[in-house]
């Protein structure tokens, strides 16, 4: 072995010695922790790599999109899939392919703020009624158990009947403020089970308040199990869109896929097209928001004390 | 030991006549009864009982962490000059891990698994003092230098699952004591430790009380590490204060029964032993305590006064007070 060898040899191990403290050095946030754990479920991947694609056909709808979603094509009607139009057109002659990129958009905006704002309700009622318990969890969860025995669909319909406008805003709020229910369960068994562990006897040993103790010490032990709901909860957002769309209840300017499986229905028989390509959407999206769940559920673990 | 006498002109907290009882299904658990005590500026004052015995009821208590169905009763806890007892929530909050903080029995689960270590110690220096940006990394390191981690440069963005049990007590230390408290109340400290981890953590804390001369509240069933760090000793039995007094005269010649069984109970290296010696029975519950002294069921010197008559806590040294019958 020549001296030369020698030297490579040790810069090799050195360069191995820093990679494993790298290694290390990544491991140790939680975050990656979670990542790695979650890189090794093929179906959760499938899930993320999906809601990936609704998020970018989202975000990039003006370019992706071939055509204006709205513009009727004279003469163009009902033509199935071909090199012109990938997906075929609607019995108004207007792209399919164009209609669902953009209702990648409304789906995705309809979720994602129907779930930010049933998070928002969910986590604060429940958190409340979970770490003071006594009448105040008495009265919440009574109020919870009382908005689960309503069939959200009615209750939406209902609303969105009182509401004379059918915006988009009010679909969002409506969702929102209905599916709040399953958020608050799990959030106050989450404070129910936490506000009996020793940090939080220290936290109060250390003279923090009970609102920096909600917000600070028991709520990021809680986040996982929300995170994974709310990822649950986006999917059934998305569906209940789609619902509320298919039935006429929605904003009757925006282009979304529950409006084109209505419009698609009728014509099933001799143009298919018009409306499984819609249906296949909103099944891959809420398929996948609901793999992306499940792999989030698992990963998610906090690592325990030992 | 005159240095008690001072003490005594100027306790640090004193507690009268506390009670705290818990409200369960088959009655009053009596857990502190009618128990007072002071602790001088700069002692270490152990508080020794079997468990059960209601040692670390009267540690919360002090604190005010008594949780329902547990309630203070009765009583006060004076500091400095102040009842404790009639402050408002907020003004607890501001004693609370500035002027009295708390050390737990069980360091892997009185840190929080999802913030780094030197997260949680930046936490109590957020509440207490108004450092901001640098100066508080700079508390938070020196901190955790002081207990003696090593690298504390580097292991504060580690996260407690990355600790030792005996790096994650001393993390509790540094979080207990980046306040500079007046008194540190340590809950059975190291009975969750191995042995040679609790003498490191023991001396270390020895160390710090020098260091920050704050007193210590210490709170065990081991009359080894009472007799490591204690200047007074507390004996409690059954929610009751049986016997007090400095530390070499409780070990030398204890006066209650009770002291002296627990002291048999101290397994000895010089001595060769056939069967360590135990206190024959249990704690008595505390909804139906025996009448008379408590103690008299399991005393082997016990008489017919003591099933009768509750002993008052006399002073029958200077700076010795026991509750029993046979020392009048």
């Not at chain 1, 290694?23 to 939680?30: D, F, G, Q």
């Not at chain 1, 409304?106 to 009624?129: E, K, P, Q």
């Not at chain 1, 969890?137 to 009182?162: K, Q, V």
Request: include cysteine.
């Amino acid at each position: 072995m020549t001296i030369n060898d020698m030297k490579t040899m040790s810069t090799s191990e050195s360069a191995d010695l820093k990679k494993r403290l790298e290694i290390e050095r990544r491991r140790a946030s939680l975050w990656n922790l979670a990542w790695s754990r979650f890189k090794k479920q093929k179906l959760s991947i499938f899930g993320a790599v999906i809601a990936l694609c609704v998020i970018i056909l989202a975000i990039f709808a003006p370019i992706l999109s071939p055509y204006d979603p709205k513009e009727m094509h004279w003469g163009e009607e009902m033509v199935p899939p071909c090199r012109r139009f990938l997906l075929g057109t609607d019995e108004l002659g207007r792209d399919v392919l164009s209609q669902i990129i953009w209702g990648a958009r409304t789906s995705l905006v309809v979720g994602l703020g129907a779930v930010g704002i049933l998070v928002l309700i969910g986590v604060i009622i429940g958190s409340i009624s979970g770490y003071f318990g006594g009448w105040v969890d008495e009265l919440l969860m009574r109020i919870t158990d009382i908005m689960l025995t309503i069939p959200t669909l009615f209750l939406i319909i209902l609303m969105a009947s009182i509401f004379k406008s059918r915006g988009i805003g009010i679909i969002i709020l409506i969702i929102g403020v209905t599916g709040w229910p399953q958020l608050a369960r799990i959030t106050r068994s989450m404070f129910l089970s936490i506000k009996e562990l020793p940090y939080v006897d220290a936290a109060r040993a250390m003279g923090a308040s009970n609102l920096r103790i909600i917000y600070r010490h028991i709520f990021p032990n809680a986040i996982a199990p929300i995170i994974v709901s709310a990822t649950f909860r986006l999917a059934s957002a998305v569906l209940t869109e789609a619902a509320l769309s298919f039935l006429g209840l929605s904003d009757p300017t925006i282009v979304s896929w529950g409006k084109m499986l209505s419009v698609g229905h009728t014509t099933m028989r001799y143009a298919w097209w018009i409306a499984t390509f819609p249906g296949i959407a909103i099944f891959l999206t809420v398929i996948g928001f609901n793999l992306l769940g499940d792999g989030l559920r698992d990963a998610l673990e906090a690592p325990s004390g030992r | 030991m005159r240095w008690t006498e001072d003490l005594r002109k100027e306790p640090l907290l004193e507690i009268r006549h506390l009670k705290t009882y818990f409200y369960s299904d088959e009655g009053v658990v009596r857990a502190v009864d009618d128990v007072s005590l002071n602790i001088g500026r700069g002692e270490v004052l152990g508080v020794v009982g079997e468990s059960g015995c209601g040692k670390s009821t009267l540690a919360l208590s002090i604190l005010r962490l008594i949780r329902p169905p547990g309630k203070i009763v009765g009583g006060e806890i004076i500091f400095d000059g102040n009842d404790l007892l009639k402050l408002s929530e907020e003004e607890m909050r501001k004693i609370r891990g500035a002027k009295i903080s708390m050390v737990f029995q069980d360091p892997t689960s009185c840190l929080n698994p999802v913030f780094t270590v030197g997260s949680q110690i930046e936490e109590a220096v957020i509440l207490h003092q108004k450092l901001k940006g640098k100066e508080r990394l700079a508390k938070v390191i020196e901190m955790l230098r002081k207990v003696r981690i090593p690298s504390p440069e580097e292991r504060y963005k580690n996260y407690p699952h990355q600790f030792s049990g005996g790096m994650r007590q001393r993390v509790m230390l540094a979080i207990a004591l980046s306040c500079n408290p007046d008194l540190l109340i340590a809950d059975e400290p190291t009975t969750n430790l191995d042995v040679t981890i609790q003498a490191q953590v023991l001396s270390l804390m020895k160390d710090l009380q020098r260091e920050f001369k704050s007193s210590i509240l210490l709170v065990t069933h081991n009359m080894g590490v009472i007799a490591k760090m204690s200047d007074r000793v507390a004996v409690m039995y059954a929610g009751k204060i049986v016997e007090v007094a400095d530390v070499i005269p409780i070990f030398e010649k204890p006066y209650h029964p009770y002291t002296e069984a627990l002291l048999r109970s101290i397994p000895k290296i010089s001595k060769i032993i056939e069967r360590l010696e135990s206190i024959p029975g249990v704690v008595p519950s505390l909804v139906n305590p025996p009448p008379g002294c408590r103690f008299h069921p399991r005393c082997r010197y016990a008489k017919e006064i003591c099933k009768r008559e509750e002993p008052p806590l006399i002073e029958i040294e200077p700076g010795h007070l026991v509750a029993c019958h046979l020392h009048k």
